[in-house]
């Protein structure tokens, strides 16, 4: 099935004293282009965040209001592409693979009884569902966005709650980078 990548790189890393998250170097790569790689399948990506030196070509963009946090991010990428799913992925998860995307682009196939779900994503090994790691279709994402108005300053999980989603197992894949102990994992 295909799909757009939706990339959040706009943090302002206030737990890395300041320093470009996405820029961090783990095993000689980026945070941000390990994400990029796990995403080249995709039919387009979008960097939410200011433009950097990346592996691959991509568009960019930025939350409007600047520095309004996630929602706002989802709300800036969401304007890119037009494939009916949406993979969501924030820049500092660097144990995500492209056999995870794709376990996340064909999770969204599976049926939860009811019919076709509007998300699936994974979980950190502590458990935690990782809404910024998941895909989803394009137009139950949108509704959530559109429907919050002001997306400034808005709880993701609020913001996307009401939606129909499954998560994996918990998994590397789904933990993120929120300080430098994070990287000695």
């Known amino acids: 099935m295909e799909f757009d990548a939706l990339v959040l790189a706009g943090g302002g890393s206030?737990?890395?004293?300041?320093?470009?998250?996405?820029?961090l170097v783990l095993d000689g790569v980026s945070l941000l282009d390990r994400v990029l790689t796990a995403t080249a399948a995709a039919a387009s990506t979008v960097v939410v965040g200011p433009v950097r030196t990346a592996c691959r070509e991509v568009s960019w963009t930025l939350e409007d209001p600047p520095s309004g946090g996630p929602v706002a991010g989802l709300?800036?990428?969401l304007a890119y592409g037009v494939a009916p799913?949406?993979?969501?992925?924030?820049?500092?998860?660097?144990?995500?693979?492209?056999?995870?995307?794709?376990?996340l682009v064909d999770g969204l196939n599976e049926h939860d009884g009811f019919g076709?779900?509007?998300?699936?994503?994974?979980r950190d090994t502590s458990g935690q569902e990782q809404q910024?790691?998941?895909a989803y279709?394009?137009?139950?994402?949108?509704?959530?966005i559109a429907a919050v108005g002001d997306p400034r300053d808005k709880s993701v999980r609020r913001t996307l709650a009401g939606l129909d989603l499954a998560w994996t197992e918990p998994t590397r894949a789904g933990d993120d980078v929120d300080t430098w102990a994070d990287l000695d994992d």
């Open 14 to 23: 206030t737990r890395f004293g300041g320093v470009d998250k996405a820029m």
């Open 75 to 77: 709300a800036a990428g």
């Open 85 to 103: 799913v949406v993979v969501v992925v924030s820049c500092d998860l660097p144990w995500i693979t492209a056999a995870d995307v794709q376990k």
């Open 116 to 122: 076709l779900r509007d998300g699936f994503g994974l």
């Open 132 to 134: 910024l790691a998941a």
């Open 137 to 144: 279709r394009r137009t139950a994402l949108a509704a959530k």
